[in-house]
């Protein structure tokens, strides 16, 4: 995966992420300088220094984090700050390995990153003089088909007047065949300029910018190998000077040889990869349709059919540059303002973190129980009343996590299916469905039997039963089966269903959605013609009702 084909609309964040990238590579420099002359002084600057670099946000909260370059970085300092001691022997080899080239090459890939963004920049200034002509055509060619129709008007009002002399109707004919050849001509131009305009943007968006930001890929991935190597040369100037330490310095190698500047790139990609689709061209607007009436020998009639209205100026107009700033959004809890990859991402975590909170609450609420039973049993061990209130807020906290699963999963579904119906491009080009799930399908005759055998069982319900664990009714209420289809959807790939509980499907089949994945990789549907059984998940497109 390539910067150019799948960040094609991130320009301002290979922007970021590239000067994040030269910002890294002085720092590290300035890190190896400050801590020559601190390995001069006493072990104890040593510690502060690796203090004053380490990153000051929490890993879980720093993006920058997940890049393997910061994460060998972090952990370079880490081993620093456990041999702090004779430091004064390694000052000099730093100085001049590490600190002298890797500023020198620091120089060199700043010059080379200045220059792919104003390649770029010129390519974006282009494109957009570009439509900025095509508007203007566009407007010339509405303009000058509004005053060939108002001087075909006026030719054809002076030719059933009778008051009208020769020479005016004559002079108003020839006004209004200037003006309507002048309409053609702004026509052509319009439209020439339109197909020069959707061309250059399709070199824009598919060759020309992608090829900038292979470049700016290959670029940043040389300087992270280069300040992988700048790392690994800390380490050897360490192993040569100080034996006795050899453990540290063979973790910091390790770290060195840690960078991943394909797996970077990769993370880069999913942090920041929008999920949107690149622009179509520009529709054709024609504006002649008024200027096709017949011919005539005395006048410049209107059509037998009626005047087509102009639409007027007030247009409303697409925003078409993704290279504009991006304006404020408003956060909003269901991740919405973000795009649809990043929502389904951040979803997933919410929906995690819930879940968590839930199975933690559950957990408590047993706890608490036993407790009361305890207490029940054996008063002089406590008082079971004082146990109520944390129970009860126990419950309330259960409830109000459920209801808060429940939402982020209808979230999470939605989330997910506009992510599907926005790579259904992509669906249709792979080479080969995905391998269907190793786990096998649900048993659902089993399914059905333990049903049956669990709602026989059930008797009235008592007052002890009011005490029964919250978590058994949540499991329970996901687990019943609906009687009616809770959504539809469209099989992505044939699938033969060859084992038992699964059931045959057809590309392109519309199928009724009875059951959605438990998390074993499977999926319950009915097809039209009747029957049911578990399919892959992978293999559909989904809708919830």
């Not at 319009?190 to 968006?205: G, P, S, V």
């Not at 100037?237 to 797996?263: F, S, T």
């Not at 389904?344 to 973190?353: I, N």
């Not at 039963?465 to 329970?476: A, G, K, L, N, V």
Request: negative net charge; contains cysteine.
């Amino acid at each position: 995966m390539d910067w150019g084909t799948e960040l094609w609309d991130q320009f301002e964040v290979l922007e970021r992420h590239t000067q994040w990238g030269l910002d890294l590579l002085d720092r590290y420099v300035k890190f190896v300088k400050e801590r020559t002359e601190v390995e001069q002084a006493y072990a104890k600057q040593l510690r502060s220094l690796v203090k004053k670099y380490l990153p000051k946000r929490p890993a879980k909260d720093d993006p920058e984090s997940k890049f393997s370059q910061q994460q060998s970085f972090v952990q370079i300092l880490q081993e620093v700050n456990d041999f702090a001691g004779q430091r004064e022997l390694v000052a000099e080899n730093l100085s001049v390995r590490v600190c002298l080239e890797l500023t020198k090459y620091s120089q060199e890939m700043k010059q080379e990153r200045k220059m792919h963004f104003q390649e770029g920049r010129r390519a974006q200034q282009q494109l957009e003089n570009g439509f900025k002509q095509l508007e203007n055509s566009k407007r010339k060619f509405e303009r000058d088909c509004r005053e060939a129709e108002k001087a075909a008007q006026t030719a054809e009002r002076l030719d059933q007047d009778i008051n009208a002399t020769k020479a005016d109707v004559e002079k108003a004919k020839q006004q209004a065949h200037l003006r309507s050849h002048m309409a053609e001509e702004s026509k052509n131009e319009y439209a020439a300029q339109l197909q020069r305009f959707n061309r250059d943007q399709a070199h824009f968006y598919f060759s020309q910018m992608p090829q900038i930001f292979d470049k700016l890929q290959d670029m940043d991935e040389r300087r992270a190998t280069r300040l992988g190597a700048g790392y690994g040369l800390l380490s050897e100037a360490e192993l040569e000077v100080v034996p006795i330490i050899a453990k540290c310095l063979e973790g910091m190698k390790v770290a060195a040889n840690a960078v991943d500047p394909k797996n970077d790139s990769q993370v880069l990609i999913e942090l920041h990869k929008s999920g949107f689709a690149r622009p179509g061209d520009v529709e054709f607007e024609d504006f002649s349709q008024p200027m096709n009436r017949a011919p005539s020998d005395s006048s410049l009639g209107t059509p037998s059919d009626g005047r087509p209205e102009l639409r007027g100026p007030g247009r409303s107009r697409t925003k078409r540059w993704p290279f504009g700033k991006k304006n404020k959004t408003v956060v909003t809890e269901d991740f919405s303002h973000l795009p649809p990859e990043q929502q389904r991402k951040r979803l997933q975590q919410q929906l995690e973190e819930r879940s968590r909170e839930l199975q933690k609450e559950v957990d408590q609420r047993e706890a608490l129980k036993k407790m009361k039973d305890v207490y029940e049993k054996t008063p002089q061990m406590g008082d079971p009343a004082s146990l109520e209130p944390q129970i009860t807020e126990t419950l309330s906290n259960i409830e109000r996590l459920k209801l808060e699963v429940q939402k982020y999963e209808a979230w999470l579904a939605e989330a997910e299916s506009r992510v599907l119906s926005n790579r259904g491009d992509s669906l249709s080009r792979h080479a080969r469905p995905p391998a269907p799930p190793t786990s096998a399908p649900p048993d659902s005759s089993s399914n059905s039997a333990s049903q049956d055998t669990k709602e026989s069982s059930e008797e009235p319900p008592s007052e002890e039963s009011q005490d029964t664990p919250i978590y058994t009714e949540f499991d329970e209420d996901f687990e019943e089966e609906p009687t009616s289809p809770i959504g539809h959807c469209v099989a992505i790939y044939h699938f033969e269903g060859s084992s038992e509980g699964t059931i045959s499907m057809a590309e392109g089949e519309d199928l009724s959605l009875m059951e959605e994945d438990k998390g074993d990789g499977w999926t319950r549907v009915r097809r039209k013609e009747g029957g049911e059984g578990y399919v892959p998940t992978s293999y559909l497109r989904v809708t919830l009702n």
